[in-house]
């Protein structure tokens, strides 16, 4: 299997192929039903099949999909992007997000004429050369641009800068630290500003890369809050609630840049795609999805916590709520992560044992209920074969 999807990273129990879904249930095709924690990895933002969704792509598709150029809704999709999203001017469409992030790092390097890219070690930008987590298949020369630094230190953002000197195209980072394999943390907003500052300062790119937390965190860029606005950002995921899209949106000043650029993909125009982004957007606003996000994230949150310390067990919850994810203090090895999360998914929940879980807004309140249901058995599994603690 692929990348995430490696047998190895997931306990032996765990479903490899899925037959449907719908709401925030997904069914394998062994026919088990699962309230689904991880909805596609980030994708399934509003719930799987969301009917609206459904019916924008089925009509866009009826009338035409893949043609000689993009349909008008692709200026639809560009416009309400641009309203919603402070920092962006202009948008333009890809499908996955590797797509959206290579081509952010082109158009800062067309626009700046410098080579090198700042990035923070562990952090997730894609699977292409330049980015892919583990090295095989890769040439030394595919990341002799890249300068890592430490995610929240801007120390060693500086650092890293000075080694680029002159040739400093921009820096690449995510909203808050979601690397798989540890605890989230989220940004110092005193980092966020400082490379800001940098990137001025250099006149260099600063790149959001919000391909996981779009939509999630803010109706907007996930910076906004904070006050910090990056040049480029990258989308995908939740932004056609599981259609395929990606997106990279910029300010003016990188706008010409993105114009000199050469890249295209056969389906990268496809009008159903960008249908449904259309009716994401609308449904995300309309529907009040944020706060049912916000909503069943603490519910979640809070019956965890009240689970885990009934058993006797330290565990740490970090990130934001929409995004949950939780560790066991103890653990050396995620053994005990391991136990919870083949026990969840006995008793019906898809959650991951390493990396962050998604929540839709197709959560009900019965529906975390239910899984708490289960998580209060993973926890007495926890404690019955390795003790408190
Ligand atoms: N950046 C971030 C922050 C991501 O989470 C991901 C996907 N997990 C990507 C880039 C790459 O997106 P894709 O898998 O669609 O290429």
Not at 10 to 35: K, M, T
Not at 182 to 200: I, K, M, N, S
Not at 341 to 365: I, K, Q
Request: hydrophobic share 40%.
């Amino acid at each position: 299997m692929y990348g995430h999807q490696d047998a190895g990273r997931l306990p032996a129990s765990y479903p490899q192929f899925f037959e449907r879904s719908a709401g925030c249930h997904v069914w394998d095709s062994d026919g088990n039903e699962y309230i689904d924690l991880m909805c596609s990895w980030g994708p399934v933002l509003l719930g799987h099949q969301h009917p609206k969704v459904e019916e924008a792509a089925a009509a866009q598709r009826a009338r035409g999909d893949c043609q000689n150029g993009p349909g008008p809704v692709m200026v639809e999709l560009a416009e309400l992007l641009v309203e919603r999203v402070r920092h962006a001017e202009w948008a333009m469409f890809a499908k996955n997000g590797t797509d959206a992030t290579t081509t952010a790092l082109m158009v800062a390097r067309a626009a700046t004429g410098r080579r090198k890219f700042l990035a923070a070690r562990g952090s997730y930008h894609g699977s292409a050369p330049w980015c892919t987590p583990r090295l095989d298949g890769t040439t030394p020369q595919d990341r002799e641009n890249i300068i890592l630094f430490e995610y929240n230190d801007i120390a060693s953002v500086t650092a890293a800068a000075d080694q680029a000197g002159g040739d400093l195209a921009g820096v690449i980072v995510t909203p808050f630290r979601h690397d798989a394999g540890f605890d989230q943390e989220l940004a110092d907003p005193g980092f966020a500003r400082a490379l800001r500052d940098l990137c001025d300062r250099r006149q260099a790119a600063l790149v959001l890369d919000d391909i996981r937390c779009g939509l999630r965190l803010n109706g907007g860029g996930s910076w906004e809050p904070i006050g910090v606005d990056p040049d480029l950002s990258t989308w995908s995921k939740a932004i056609a609630n599981g259609y395929p899209l990606s997106a990279v949106l910029g300010n003016d000043r990188f706008r010409d840049g993105a114009s000199r650029l050469f890249v295209t993909g056969s389906f990268w125009l496809s009008a159903a795609a960008m249908a449904a982004s259309v009716a994401t957007l609308h449904a995300h606003q309309d529907e009040g999805a944020l706060s049912q996000l916000e909503h069943a994230g603490n519910l979640l949150r809070g019956g965890l916590g009240e689970q885990a310390a009934a058993h006797g067990l330290a565990i740490r919850q970090t990130g934001p709520v929409q995004m949950p994810y939780l560790t066991f203090a103890a653990d050396t090895a995620y053994e005990r992560m391991s136990l919870f999360a083949g026990t969840a998914l006995e008793n019906g929940v898809y959650l991951h044992p390493t990396h962050n879980w998604f929540l839709s807004a197709a959560h009900a309140d019965r529906d975390i209920q239910r899984a708490l249901e289960a998580t209060d058995r993973a926890f007495r599994a926890v404690r019955n074969q390795y003790g408190p603690g």
